[in-house]
């Protein structure tokens, strides 16, 4: 699959992730996601997460112009590249669930925003109710770093999200 990604990324191409992309279904009957890894700001891992489904704009994806990706699917520099601001944290959407059962919390996270940087654990706190009980749930976070492109993240209950 890596492959595949990279020559879409390379491309700049616009795609929708489904089991016709990669001529196979991994896992029949189950939500899958794709995580393309890179480099964050500051050098900092970084994993960009799509549900099955999904549209990825791969001119939108940071480096992607240059083509900076190398054999393991991380940018070759640091940073998050293509940041036109000054690199602060501006959180255009959040829900957190299971996908199925979800609660907005953009508000809850913008307001949690310090100095640029965006830092809270993954749980029910967050959200001020547990909006599926007995099912995992994770964090979906679509941002942008100063004026940069709208990125994605998520983190799973139980984690730390930060940002950059």
């Known amino acids: ?5 990279r020559q879409l990324v390379r491309g700049n191409q616009r795609f929708q992730l489904s089991n016709g992309l990669f001529n196979a279904d991994p896992a029949p009957g189950q939500r899958k996601t794709l995580q393309i890894h890179t480099r964050g700001y500051g050098g900092q891992p970084h994993v960009i ?3 099955e489904g999904s549209w990825i704009d791969a001119a939108r994806l940071t480096g992607t112009r240059a083509g900076q990706w190398n054999q393991g699917g991380r940018r070759n520099d640091t940073g998050y590249g293509n940041d036109d601001g000054d690199g602060r944290v501006n959180v255009q959407r959040a829900f957190y669930g299971d996908g199925y059962r979800q609660v907005d919390v953009t508000a809850r996270l913008r307001s949690q925003v310090r100095d640029g940087r965006l830092q809270v ?3 029910n706190h967050l959200a001020g109710i547990d909006p599926a009980p007995g099912a995992r749930k994770s964090l979906t976070v679509e941002f942008t770093l100063g004026n940069g492109p709208v990125l994605q993240t998520t983190a799973q209950e139980g984690q730390w999200l930060r940002l950059p």
Do not use: G, L
């Not at 699959?1 to 990604?5: G, H, S, W």
């Open 1 to 5: 699959m890596t492959q595949r990604i």
């Open 49 to 51: 997460e799509f549900a």
């Open 121 to 123: 654990s993954v749980d």
